[in-house]
């Protein structure tokens, strides 16, 4: 018998069973215990602790008809394979950053984040009323994996260098951690890149395993110390505008829930998404004042590395859909999203900003 099937006759309330490792069988009467595991180390600011308090909110929303055991990265699956989990019923329920499964799903980068692409706001618009939640189903499908957004870390920061750049030619010959097609485009300028798990990040810097290092952003760069080894800190991101992060049911658990408690899953990452961003954002800004007390010099990179970072972003971006059909149905009208965004905040946000930081002085 299949394991959709079995589970389909395993409850008369219309509760699932967890994942191929519980234990037993969830009665109808009791609680569904399902397993929830995190990309990222448990207690880790933003991304860590957010998967907690999303297992807590679930649980709360359920009145107790779910029960989460919750495994940050590394405690049960290893960080980048929390999609293979959720997918084989390992495990139920993931959190995650969707590109870290870009190899088996192509088109998670345009849920994650793109060059100079959509920004936090942007981002969680484009999937709750532009198509992006349909296609985002669509993508997972075959792998037996249902999505949903849990929020952003917001603008990210391109990275921590143990020299200054000065120039397009200080670029070339670094090594760099770098993640998603950021690290296509800093290839394309003469950097060697590499993907270093989150936590041997600082150690990769201090050996000189790389020359250079991007994460997140202030709130999670400080917890790391990357201003101990390379103090010039380069703002923002040009690969990560606004990276989205995502959680995973396993298709047969997601199937087999009541009405009640799919409702459930859906408002407590609304929830979660809303709280996550805004926990992101205050801390982001709170904390970068901290960071040049403790020697961050902070800059943004010279005319001549914008220039050819755009145009090495915008031949990254054109080729990345290749052959995958999911990535080309998406590609046109994400990139034509992207360009009525950037029409929009050029009048409004980008204006604002500006003429904000002339009346305060900053």
């Known amino acids: 018998m299949k394991r959709r099937d079995f589970l389909k006759t395993a409850g008369t309330s219309g509760l699932a069973l967890g994942a191929a490792g519980l234990a037993a069988p969830a ?26 308090q999303l297992a807590r909110r679930i649980e709360a929303l359920s009145d107790g008809k779910i029960e ?81 957004y849990v929020g952003n870390s917001g603008m990210q920061a391109a990275g921590w260098f143990k020299q200054q750049i000065t120039s397009l030619d200080d670029l070339v010959g670094l090594k760099m951690r770098i993640a998603g097609l950021g690290g296509d485009i800093m290839r394309k300028l003469g950097v060697t890149t590499v993907l270093t798990p989150p936590p041997e990040i600082y150690s990769a810097l201090q050996s000189g395993v790389v020359d250079a290092a991007e994460f997140v952003g202030p ?18 991101a040009f690969h990560e505008p606004g990276p989205g992060l995502e959680m995973i049911v396993n298709q047969d658990i997601y199937e087999n829930l009541t009405p009640h408690l799919k409702t459930v899953l ?80 050029k009048g409004m946000e980008g204006q604002l900003y500006t003429d904000r930081a002339k009346v305060w002085d900053v």
Not at 276 to 294: D, G
């Open 266 to 345: 859906d408002n407590a990452a609304t929830a979660q998404a809303e709280s996550t961003t805004a926990e992101f954002r205050y801390n982001n800004t709170m904390l970068l004042p901290a960071l040049i007390e403790q020697g961050a010099v902070i800059s943004a990179f010279p005319d001549d590395v914008v220039e050819a970072l755009g145009t090495a972003a915008k031949e990254v971006v054109a080729a990345y859909p290749g052959d995958d059909a999911v990535s080309n149905k998406i590609h046109d009208a994400y990139v034509d999203y992207i360009k009525a965004c950037a029409l929009y905040t």
């Open 68 to 148: 989460i055991t919750y495994y940050g990265g590394g405690e049960l699956v290893p960080p980048f394979e929390v999609f293979s989990a959720v997918s084989s019923g390992a495990a139920d329920i993931g959190h995650n950053a969707a590109y870290y499964q870009v190899g088996q799903v192509r088109s998670t980068m345009y849920f994650t984040s793109m060059p100079y692409g959509l920004d936090a706001e942007e981002l969680s618009a484009w999937i709750r009323f532009g198509g992006g939640q349909a296609l985002w189903d669509e993508a997972y499908a075959p792998h037996g994996v249902k999505p949903f």
């Open 27 to 52: 009665l109808a009467n009791s609680p569904l215990k399902l397993k929830l595991v995190g990309a990222f180390p448990k207690g880790f600011p933003g991304v860590g602790t957010s998967a907690e």
């Open 219 to 236: 709130w999670n760069d400080m917890a790391l110390g990357f201003v101990k080894v390379a103090p010039y800190y380069y703002l923002p």
